[in-house]
């Protein structure tokens, strides 16, 4: 028995005085509480769906849960991947000597070098749009607006872009 485990039937029971506990007030009581009963159900299944809700957050093992939970929820083969990423390219300073060729044409000619390596900017270098990548097996059936929207409602808001892919 849990704080929110009431029998309303016992407490109608013993709510009434003894001279009148006779069946047909007891029944007429029990048509009296059925609201009650119907919203402590409702209750408890919101409180439930609640508790559920803050076990959850935004971290990847905790959305991975919930999509497993909803979707997949005998084989677990719902991932969520990194997005693209370039990493930046380290240009040294003269005394490091550690060369680096950006294929400049003044550069040409003096040593052979590797393919020339490209310089991003620091809007490049960051994530490329894709934040992270949901991946789902083309075996589950699954509404493709329900998981956006259970995605959304665990990923941080501020949090970029993300994609939903089969495998």
């Known amino acids: 028995m849990g704080l929110f485990d009431v029998n309303y039937e016992n407490v109608a029971w013993y709510a009434l005085p003894v001279r009148l506990r006779k069946v047909v007030q007891f029944a007429w009581l029990?048509?009296?509480?059925?609201?009650?009963?119907?919203?402590?159900?409702?209750?408890?299944?919101n409180r439930t769906g609640n508790l559920y809700r803050l076990a959850h957050n935004s971290q990847v093992v905790y959305l991975e849960a919930a999509l497993n939970d909803t979707f997949d929820t005998i084989t677990r083969r719902i991932y969520i991947d990194d997005g693209p990423f370039k990493d930046p390219l380290y240009c040294y300073l003269q005394p490091e000597e550690k060369p680096v060729w950006l294929g400049l044409i003044s550069e040409t000619g003096a040593t052979s070098y590797p393919d020339p390596e490209v310089l991003y900017t620091d809007d490049e270098t960051a994530i490329m749009?894709?934040?992270?990548?949901?991946k789902v097996p083309s075996a589950i059936t699954f509404n493709m607006t329900r998981l956006r929207a259970l995605v959304d409602l665990y990923r941080l808001a501020g949090r970029s872009n993300y994609s939903v892919e089969t495998f």
Do not use: D, H
């Open 30 to 45: 029990r048509c009296l509480i059925t609201p009650v009963k119907w919203l402590a159900i409702l209750f408890k299944a």
């Open 129 to 134: 749009g894709i934040g992270f990548i949901v």
